[in-house]
């Protein structure tokens, strides 16, 4: 618990005091998102656990979400048929969901829920890292301060994680 305040301080620092002004819908939705995602992770972990291989774990609501969300593709528009578009899709579709979910998954079979919902907090900070490489923007002292808690606070999951299970570090 310690560990998981430290990176949520961390995240905070990170997210709090932007100049851009909350909204109730928007904080609403990423609560909603951020109930869902738990409630996936939990039960991904269960069905793992279980004997199930957790690539498939990941591939079902995938499949699923995929039906639903076709007519929203349909319907936006065809910026996806240019070059840019399908380069994006498939960027998107190959690394960022599929290798990312296959990785996840991976890590239900071998962490604890509550650890793999900790180690998720390493997306702002990759995310802040990639707005300032890739974006140019501009992160306060704070924010980077914000970073380095939350990196510090995986590290020590990491290390909590193999003195648990009795793994060695680099193994």
Known sequence: A???????????????????????????????????????TVFGARLARDGYDSSAVMAAPFAIAAVILLPFLLAGGP???????????????????????????????????????????????????????????VISARGWFGCLLVIVALALLGVMENRRTGAKVGA
């Open 2 to 40: 310690g560990v998981t305040a430290l990176a949520v301080t961390g995240l905070a620092m990170l997210t709090l005091g932007s100049d851009i002004a909350p909204d109730a819908v928007g904080i609403l939705a990423a609560l909603g998102a951020a109930a869902s995602y738990a409630a996936y």
């Open 79 to 137: 910026w996806w048929v240019s070059l840019d578009g399908v380069v994006m899709a498939v960027w998107l579709g190959l690394a960022a969901t599929t290798g990312a979910y296959i990785l996840f998954g991976k890590g239900l079979t071998l962490l604890q829920p509550g650890h793999i919902a900790t180690l998720t907090l390493a997306e702002p900070v990759v995310a802040t890292v990639l707005g300032v490489v890739v974006l140019g923007e």
